[in-house]
């Protein structure tokens, strides 16, 4: 079996942030921290993030930009790179889902998918 060239995962944990929210004025503050691993034979590096958040009444907000939290890291085979982040939403349940686009030290480009997570106050889901 080959190894493939390209191939980047990408895994995420959430937490509600309580302290930071204020859910009378439907303010949810919620982290994730990615943890996007090569374990494709190309060194690889992350140009640019795509993202989609879903808040539970339907809204959808988009978001791209280059790199995430300010780098663009470069991802040698078998390197990890892990980042925190948070979003806000407008209800107490919500998803994201998204891409990263990178760039293989060969030249190539491709796009890799953020798997859909949701986002909950704890005490909502049960």
């Not at 493939?4 to 509600?16: C, D």
């Not at 190309?42 to 791209?64: C, F, K, M, P, Y």
């Amino acid at each position: 079996m080959s190894e493939k060239k390209y191939e980047i995962n990408v895994s995420v944990r959430t937490a509600y942030l309580p302290d930071q929210s204020d859910e009378e004025t439907d303010q949810y503050v919620f982290a994730y921290t990615i943890t996007i691993a090569n374990k494709g034979t190309v060194a690889t590096q992350l140009i640019s993030r795509h993202w989609i958040i879903t808040n539970g009444d339907g809204t959808i907000q988009e978001v791209r930009g280059l790199g995430v939290v300010g780098e663009q890291p470069l991802l040698k085979p078998g390197d990890t790179f892990e980042y925190t982040s948070g979003t806000v939403i407008s209800a107490s349940v919500g998803s994201m889902k998204g891409s990263y686009q990178m760039a293989a030290e060969d030249g190539i480009h491709f796009d890799v998918p953020i798997p859909e997570f949701i986002l909950t106050v704890p005490r909502i889901l049960h």
